[in-house]
């Protein structure tokens, strides 16, 4: 039933690794987006994709690399990482010109 | 550029006692503007799309309302389970389908 899932819940790393997170929906919708929450709760946008053409790239290093393989499915692999990295990774999504996003239930990640 | 800025930064109430969150916006063409509830460990969960001045939306013990500069969150007679972090967010027609979020007002509501 889940609507938005992520994969992993959580991850921890040491610096200069590199890491995937994964996210599905299914809800039909046409519009993925990776936010990024930082230590005070900002939520921050990173990327979106719509049918897995990139539309929004924000100021983000280049070591973040987002993945559409299809409509329901948006990666984000991070090369190199950092401690400053560490964060809550979430992901949403929206269907045609709908402005409403949903999101998923957030990735953890811990980098020592 | 588009912002927005919620108050207070925290609140305390005690059970049964309603008040107001807020929601101050500056964009180029609303094109909506969103509440979510988060809890700790959770996704921002939806509650209300506002689109335009002057209309209002209610779930349960929440009402949003909408003007020209701000929004407001009404919450009444609260129980703990209302206990939570409230975000807004706005979309702007120069930032389309782009969520611009303010730090949000973290609820606790005491039995």
């Not at chain 1, 919708?29 to 921050?44: C, E, I, N, P, V």
């Not at chain 2, 996704?43 to 013990?61: C, D, I, V």
């Amino acid at each position: 039933d889940t609507a938005v899932s992520q994969t992993p819940k959580y991850l921890v790393t040491q610096m200069g690794n590199d890491k995937s997170i994964k996210c599905e929906q299914n809800l039909g919708h046409d519009t993925m987006y990776w936010y990024k929450q930082d230590s005070k709760k900002f939520l921050k946008i990173m990327f979106s994709y719509n049918n897995k053409e990139l539309i929004i790239n924000e100021t983000v290093p280049n070591r973040f690399s987002p993945k559409s393989p299809d409509k329901a499915h948006l990666n984000l692999h991070i090369n190199s990482l950092e401690l400053g990295d560490s964060a809550v990774y979430f992901c949403a999504s929206r269907i045609g010109q709908q402005e409403t996003q949903y999101f998923g239930p957030g990735t953890r990640l811990l980098v020592l | 550029e588009d912002q927005v800025t919620q108050s207070p930064e925290a609140l305390r109430l005690q059970e049964g006692e309603s008040s107001s969150l807020n929601c101050s916006y500056t964009v180029s063409g609303l094109r909506g503007l969103f509440w979510y509830r988060q809890d700790p460990g959770k996704g921002p969960e939806f509650l209300f799309t506002l689109y335009s001045a002057g209309e209002e939306k209610e779930k349960e013990r929440l009402k949003a309302t909408l003007t020209k500069k701000e929004s407001f969150l009404h919450i009444t007679a609260p129980k703990p389970e209302d206990s939570a972090t409230y975000l807004c967010a706005v979309v702007g027609s120069s930032n389309t389908g782009k969520l611009i979020f303010g730090q949000g007002t973290t609820l606790q509501v005491k039995p």
